[in-house]
């Protein structure tokens, strides 16, 4: 059973950093994309940034391009997103996700398995 479990969010002011962990278990980690995504109060999720099964591909949504940074570590079956300069409209349950291919994918309906989720509050 496919398992992930998220950690690191939190409440920070804006401009300030948090750097969200998510760790999987379950399943062959290092041939599958992963993904972040998050979900504004009252909305469906959205995504946030996205990464290859051997992370040389990335790719993020405008509104964090530059400065959110998606990483991985295979060996720990642990993916990462390092967020900084965070602002109030960042604000939102982070959850991540483990896609259906190797390659990067920002389409929701792509990805099989979601965590819990973490909320970030940035407050202003």
């Known amino acids: 059973q496919v398992r992930l479990v998220e950690s690191g969010g939190g409440l920070v002011q804006a401009g300030g950093s948090l750097r969200l962990s998510c760790t999987s278990s379950?399943?062959?980690?290092?041939?599958?994309?992963m993904g972040w995504f998050r979900r504004f109060p009252g909305k469906e999720r959205e995504f946030a940034a996205a990464?290859?099964?051997?992370?040389?591909?990335?790719y993020y949504s405008d509104s964090v391009k530059g400065r959110f940074t998606i990483s991985r570590d295979n060996a720990k079956s642990t993916v990462y997103l390092q967020m900084n300069s965070l602002k109030p409209e960042d604000t939102a349950a982070y959850y991540c996700?483990?896609?259906?291919?190797?390659?990067?994918?920002?389409?929701?309906?792509?990805?099989?398995?979601w965590g819990q989720g973490t909320q970030v509050t940035v407050s202003s």
């Open positions: 990464i290859s099964y051997n992370g040389g591909s990335t």
């Open positions: 379950g399943h062959t980690f290092s041939n599958y994309a």
């Open positions: 996700a483990v896609g259906r291919y190797g390659s990067v994918q920002y389409d929701m309906r792509t990805y099989n398995y």
